[in-house]
Nanobody, 127 residues
Framework: VQLVESGGGSVQAGGSLRLSCAAS????????MAWFRQAPGKEREGVAR????????YYSNSVKGHFTISQDSAKNTLYLQMDNLRPEDSAIYYC??????????????????????WGQGTQVTVS
């Protein structure tokens, strides 16, 4: 499984960015994909999750109402539209893909799914 994020950058407060995550080799179509973020000195936190099968979404309270997660199944691509960005949204953003719980793997739970695959991250800076 390979996840490749793009779309990060620097933006002023109130601006918008759209992150993309191109997935390859990922075949768990009944599972989830999500966005996480990690700011300096803080733990990684879940931001938004989407079920691949029906598009059901889940958001953390900190981004509800100004981030939107979506997917293009034909392109096997995940998106995160970020509007009205605030300085506290500055972080490295990671795309993640879930798989059924596997005892031999380290998985991170968020939004009802266990994530085992991660992208390399893309930096978002809001000033």
């Amino acid at each position: 499984v390979q996840l490749v994020e793009s779309g990060g950058g620097s933006v002023q407060a109130g601006g918008s960015l759209r992150l993309s995550c191109a997935a390859s080799g990922y075949t768990y179509n009944r599972n989830c994909m999500a966005w996480f973020r990690q700011a300096p000195g803080k733990e990684r936190e879940g931001v938004a999750r989407i079920y691949r099968s029906d598009g059901d979404t889940y958001y953390s309270n900190s981004v509800k109402g100004h981030f939107t997660i979506s997917q293009d199944s034909a392109k096997n691509t995940l998106y995160l539209q970020m509007d009205n960005l605030r300085p506290e949204d500055s972080a490295i953003y990671y795309c993640a893909a879930a798989r059924p719980v596997t005892p031999s793997l380290q998985q991170t739970w968020y939004g009802g799914c266990a994530y085992a695959y991660w992208g390399q991250g893309t930096q978002v800076t809001v000033s």
